[in-house]
Structures are given as C-alpha cells and as structure tokens.
C-alpha cells in the first residue's frame, strides 16, 4: 500500500546551494509536541509551531506548506507569555549542523551537583531547550521559546553525531561524536559534562535512551550495538549480528524492544534485555552474506524509528524508499518514495512521520490501526518489568512468549 503524503517543508534556495550540500541529517519534534526542528542544511536550523504547520497542510494542501509559516517573528522574552503561544525561529548556529534534540525539564529530578545554588540557570517545569550538534565538535544549547543561547558545551574533538536527552525530565544529554565517544552531560548543572563513555572502535554514529533512562543504546562504524547503565555509566552488553556499520538505533516505547539500522541493508528489532534478535527486516533479497555485506549498495539503511503504538517501525533506505513495517509481519505494510532521505521520526502524537532530505522535510501519515487489549496489556507490563521478570511469571507459556514479543 502507498502511504498518504501530509505535506512537506521545503527550504529556500539561493545560488551557493548549487555548490555544496544540503544535507538534512536531523528531524525531530518536542517532547509536548508544541515544536518541529530540522536543520536546513549549512548553518540553520528551523524551529516551527507543529500545529500551525498542520493546520497549513489541511488549509493550503501538501505543497510548499512553508510558505505559511516563513515570516520571521521578533524574539521575545520568556516572561512576556510566549510559552504559550509557540512561534517559529531560524536559528543560526554557526557551524553544519548534524545533530538535533529537545529536552524539558522535571523540578523534582534534581541535578547530580552537590552545589545546586551556584547554578547559573534555573530550568522550571515549562522549560524547552533545544540542542544542536556540530561540525566543529561543539554542542549549542537553545531556549526554544526565545531562540537565545544558553550554553555553549566544548569537550568533544569531532563532529557531534547525534544527541539524545534522558525522557525523565532530567536534562541529562547524551552526544555521540566521530572522535569515538559518548559524552554525558548535567544541563541543571550548567552543562558540567559527568562522564565519557568509551568502547566504541571508531566513530559513534547514533544514540538513544530507553523510556525508563536506565539503558543507552549507542551505535557507530562497527558492527557492534553497545548498551550501557545510566545509573554506574559502565557497558551491560554488546548485541552482535550485523554485518556491517550499524547507523540508527530506537528502543520501542515499552522499552521491550530495541531497533537498528545498518548498512548490512537490515533493520534488526532485538530484546536488548537477553539479547536476542526477534525481527530482521530486510530491504534487499536475497539478504548480502557477511563476505558481500561491507561494501557500498544501494540499499543501505540510513535510518530507523519506533512508532508510539509499539506496533510499527519506519526505515529508510538508499534505495529511495521508506518504509512502515509491523513488527509482527515480514514485509512492509506501507511504502513511499523519498529520494536522499537520510533521517525520520514520528511525531509526538504519533499520527504523522517526517523525513529529512537535502534541507527538507516531507510527511507521510502512519498505518491506522487500533492496539488490540493484549498488545495494551503487554506494553504496559514491559513498561515495568525486563524479559527476566516476566518468564519467571506462573502463567501459561504461550503468554510469556507473547509478552516477551516471540509471537
């Protein structure tokens, strides 16, 4: 089936893009679903009301639907009630841009600082932050509602792959970058960076929290995915099986499952708890042996994101695809075609996938399907409980297997 196109957010062109890249390496939407950023390619970042960007889509159909929201609004103040009105910036951060994410804030987790009333910033309730990776290594931290830089984080020598905050509240941020780490930072501490994460042979492409922030999963140039504990910052487990450099990672809402994309042309869905892998998802057949896996094709998978329903996961692919998969199916449900897409994620709300390429973002709306009670009843019991749990549990085999997502 072909998947319904929601609009698309075209960038602007000017004479020099003709010249150099525009690559969109980075989509992502906040927590409170108020806000999508993209990086436009070079320098920019564009920060743009979701539900205006909607309403444009419904009122002017899927072209050009960044005509609508491109006037350029003065900066105000937090204090001045523009929290509560979301308005569109265009942020220049001075560098390529490659990595984006948002971060809000929870009162009651506090900072690992001993020395609380030293801190410069004071991050309430209805704080949005946005960070920005670079080319040049540094990491740029945003208030959203204003468009003001609020810290400047300068550790890693490399290009800052990709970030990721704890879902938590507790503005911990994660970065992975090229020069072969992962580097852990405190925002309520002003950016005091806690830790350096270090196992990975060459560079760390990806990064990604489990829903509970006790598990990071990280990925890189190897074949290897890395998961490591958030609370002693020290590796659990390497999950083995593809057969090339591994690009993306996303654990499923429930925490239960864990997706990663690779240039091996698979997408692997792993119980990152025992390591196992449960689904492959494959986007060239028959699949490479590992002897043919490691070279360029032209089904390498860029991306990859778990939907908010914890039944579907969408791919990206150089074959100028992207594809919805449900987890308990062996092909794909829905397609649609992207050319260059390089990076996707799904809305906050679910209902909608954005997809990066060459400074744009186009939208497709997800498979509907309502979640069975079953399904409902086992994302809430993985919500809390690891696969160890629950074959300890004194139920029937068959619904170990299904909470554990082996049928």
Same mark, same amino acid.
């Given at each position: 089936a072909r998947s319904r196109t929601v609009g698309e957010l075209l960038a602007p062109t000017s004479p020099f893009d003709k010249k150099c890249g525009r690559e969109n390496w980075t989509v992502a939407f906040a927590p409170d679903g108020s806000y999508l950023a993209w990086s436009q390619g070079h320098r920019i970042v564009k920060l743009v009301p979701w539900a205006q960007c909607l309403n444009n889509f419904l009122l002017h159909g899927t072209k050009n639907g960044a005509n609508a929201v491109s006037t350029r609004l003065p900066r105000q103040s937090s204090e001045s009630g523009q929290k509560?009105?979301? /308005?569109?910036? @265009?942020?220049? /951060?001075?560098? @390529?841009?490659?990595s984006l994410a948002f971060g809000s804030s929870v009162p009651e987790k506090q900072s690992r600082c001993v020395n609380i009333e030293w801190h410069r910033f004071k991050f309430?309730?209805?704080?949005?932050?946005?960070?920005?990776?670079l080319n040049n290594g540094r990491i740029k931290i945003w208030d959203v509602y204003t468009g003001k830089l609020l810290l400047n984080l300068m550790d890693h020598t490399e290009v800052v792959r990709d970030l990721t905050f704890a879902p938590d509240g507790s503005l911990i941020l994660v970065s992975a970058s090229r020069d072969k780490t992962l580097r852990v930072w405190d925002l309520k501490d002003d950016g005091n960076m806690m830790k350096v994460l270090r196992g990975h042979p060459n560079w760390v492409y990806g990064c990604a929290f489990s829903p509970d922030s006790s598990i990071l999963c990280s990925v890189g140039a190897s074949k290897a995915v890395f998961l490591w504990d958030m609370d002693k910052y020290s590796m659990l487990r390497k999950l083995e099986g593809h057969h090339n450099d591994v690009v993306a990672c996303e654990f499923s809402p429930d925490g239960a499952l864990l997706a990663t994309a690779?240039?091996?042309?698979?997408?692997?869905?792993w119980d990152p708890h025992i390591g196992a892998i449960l689904r492959e998802f494959g986007h060239l057949f028959p699949p490479p042996t590992p002897i043919f896996a490691g070279g360029a094709n032209d089904r390498w998978v860029r991306s990859v994101c778990f939907s908010h329903d914890g039944l579907h996961v969408a791919s990206l692919a150089d074959d100028k695809m992207v594809r919805f998969w449900r987890i308990d199916e062996e092909y794909p449900?829905?397609?649609a075609p992207l050319n260059n897409g390089l990076c996707c994620t799904f809305s906050t709300d679910g209902s909608v996938l954005a997809a990066g390429q060459d400074g744009s973002v186009y939208f497709w709306a997800?498979?509907?399907?309502?979640s069975s009670l079953q399904h409902l009843c086992r994302m809430a019991i993985r919500r809390v409980m690891p696969t160890s749990q629950v074959k300890?549990?004194?139920?029937?085999?068959?619904?170990?297997?299904?909470?554990?997502?082996?049928?």
């Open positions: 509560n009105k979301p /308005c569109e910036h @265009i942020i220049d /951060c001075g560098d @390529i841009v490659w309430g309730q209805d704080q949005l932050l946005l960070a920005t990776g690779s240039y091996d042309t698979r997408v692997f869905v449900v829905q397609v997800i498979p509907s399907q309502v300890n549990l004194p139920i029937p085999c068959k619904v170990v297997e299904f909470l554990c997502y082996q049928i």
